[in-house]
Every structure is written in structure tokens, then in C-alpha cells.
């Protein structure tokens, strides 16, 4: 593992624990020539699904984009980065159940925006609006409205309620 302060190749691991879940590693490191201390993370890298966009392109599976979509729909709400990473690693296990080699994007889309809806209507807002990519307000309108609906039908304290789900 390169030193991020040196980039030296030579260190040595100081202490080596288990997150809570049991999917990662995390270690300490300190470096041979400067002496610094850094963290690294290890998991066991699954074999994801090519995903299919629109245009018929094809990518790679990315969790750093799936977390950077959801920090920019969750910014300036009640939704801790503990819970954005739930909803990712829900995505990534739903993908690798399936077992398919390759995946349309609008699979994650939707589920993103199911697993948003259910926690943090205005975030789930958001997301949709880029999403979706409204033509004009009028569609954005209509997603409103049937989220308004949704939340009048429900009882006090469920859908609609700022609170993070817990993990």
C-alpha cells in the first residue's frame, strides 16, 4: 500500500480491525521512510454487473458515484452518511442476488429513488428531479402531488417523516 504523504511502498500494519458488519478491514498503517500514520479499508471486491445506460453504453458498477448522487439528494438533511451507505450496500447486494452480467442503469435508478422515498421525501425529490430530468414543471408538479397523496394517505410518522430509516 503506497504512503499517501511520501508514497512509499514500505509499511507495516499496526492494528487490523473488523467493522461491525463484518464486511470490511480496517488497518492502520505506518509508513517505513516518514514514519505517518494512515487508515486503510479492505473488502471483498464482488463481481458486479456491467450496467447498460440509455444510449446503449456500457460501464463498470461504481459505489462512488452511487454515494455521490445520494450526499448531493441528501445535502442539508436529516440523513447521516451511515444511512447513505446502507442504501448503497442494499443496492450492491440486490445486484449481486441477481446475478445478471449486465444491468440497466434504470434498475438502480428506480431502486435509488424507492429506497430514498422511503427515507427523506425531500431528498427523494431531488433525486428524482435529476433523474427523471422534468421537461418542464409541470411534470415535476405531478411527482408532487402524488407524493403529497401518498403522505395525506398514511399515518402520522411514516412516509414523509424526516427521520433517517435505522439500519
Do not use: W
Not at 508514497?7 to 498503517?29: C, F, Q, Y
Amino acid at each position: 500500500m503506497k504512503c499517501p504523504f511520501c508514497h512509499e511502498i514500505e509499511n507495516r500494519v499496526i492494528d487490523s480491525r473488523l467493522s461491525k458488519d463484518s464486511n470490511m478491514i480496517r488497518r492502520r498503517r505506518e509508513c517505513e521512510r516518514c514514519t505517518r500514520r494512515f487508515t486503510t479499508y479492505e473488502r471483498v471486491e464482488e463481481m458486479m454487473p456491467l450496467l447498460v445506460k440509455k444510449d446503449g453504453r456500457r460501464e463498470g458498477y461504481d459505489r462512488v458515484k452511487i454515494i455521490n448522487g445520494l450526499k448531493r439528494a441528501c445535502e442539508k438533511r436529516p440523513v447521516s452518511i451511515n444511512t447513505i451507505e446502507a442504501i448503497a450496500d442494499r443496492i450492491e447486494r440486490t445486484l449481486q442476488e441477481r446475478g445478471e452480467k449486465e444491468i440497466a442503469s434504470a434498475v438502480i435508478g428506480e431502486a435509488l429513488m424507492r429506497e430514498l422515498h422511503d427515507t427523506d421525501p425531500v431528498a427523494y425529490v431531488r433525486f428524482a428531479s435529476v433523474y427523471r430530468s422534468f421537461k418542464d414543471i409541470g411534470e415535476f408538479m405531478v411527482e408532487l402531488e402524488e407524493l403529497i397523496k401518498e403522505r395525506k394517505s398514511q399515518p402520522h410518522g411514516k412516509a414523509g417523516d424526516a427521520r433517517p430509516r435505522k439500519e
